[in-house]
């Protein structure tokens, strides 16, 4: 089991930031990757990022790049997403997720632990 604990979500600006950070406990292996997703109301989960826990290498969806970056720190077992330019649109509860396997997957199905769920919003 992997247990994964959000936290920095918050009421905020547009244009201002927010870093969310994921401590991850329990069971991990070495080939796994982690990832972060949002989910608006009344709208699907959708992907944000992910990174491969061994090497760093990350991936970010079209609508984050440039603004959103993710990053790990390995002596913390702790995964960051750090959020710049924030947008109304942005506003979504934040979910982190765990993937046994490297691959930097962009499916939910794809991650077989998450987080509770922060909540960020972003005011106009």
């Known amino acids: 089991q992997v247990q994964l604990t959000e936290s920095g979500g918050g009421l905020v600006q547009a244009g201002g930031s927010l870093r969310l950070s994921c401590a991850a406990s329990g069971r991990t292996f070495s080939n796994y990757a982690m990832g972060w997703f949002r989910q608006a109301p009344g709208k699907e989960r959708e992907f944000v990022a992910a990174i491969r826990w061994s090497s760093g290498r990350t991936y970010h969806a079209d609508s984050v790049k440039g603004r959103f970056t993710i990053s790990r720190d390995i002596a913390k077992n702790t995964v960051y997403l750090q959020m710049n330019s924030l947008k109304p649109e942005d506003t979504a509860v934040y979910y982190c997720?765990?993937?046994?396997?490297?691959?930097?997957?962009?499916?939910?199905?794809?991650?077989?632990?998450w987080g509770q769920g922060t909540q960020v919003t972003v005011s106009s």
């Open positions: 997720a765990h993937r046994t396997g490297t691959a930097l997957a962009t499916m939910d199905w794809e991650y077989d632990y």
